[in-house]
């Protein structure tokens, strides 16, 4: 079982919130297209949701949290490999440790359900479009 990452470096300086989501969106860039749509759409969401957040404590652990979401996804996408005819697919995800998600509250694990039916009608919506063209 791999140790879970700290919140925050203390050694690191936090970074402007524009700077972090300039920074995300711009790695979103190396995502296949589907994921690419999701992440900017949600990451944009949080980051207007929050935008006029003057609490202190909460805007260290949005930063925080975001910055931890931006060295998950750098190391994922920097995991990238070749397929057989020299397409880039990066690694993208890692599964979620029992412990994570015993800390979640209703809500948030109906959320997680919603996540991962969308996620699975992605590739359904996208082979349903393939077999409308070839059939017409």
Known sequence: ????????NPNKSLPSPLTLYRQ?????????????ALGDAYVKAEFKRHKD??????????I?????????????????KKDK????IPK?????DS????????QQIGQLYELMNEAKNIGVQSND??????SI
């Open 129 to 134: 479009d393939t077999s409308q063209k070839t």
């Open 24 to 36: 995300i969106l711009r790695t979103h860039r190396h995502l296949p297209a589907a994921h690419r």
């Open 53 to 62: 957040i003057d609490n202190p404590v909460h805007i260290v652990g949005f």
């Open 1 to 8: 079982m791999s140790a879970a990452k700290p919140f925050l």
């Open 92 to 96: 993208i995800g890692k599964k979620l």
């Open 85 to 88: 005819i020299d397409r880039i």
């Open 99 to 106: 412990d994570s998600l015993e800390k979640f509250n209703e």
């Open 64 to 80: 925080g949290q975001w910055q931890v979401y931006l060295e998950d996804l750098k190391e994922q996408v920097c995991g990238q």
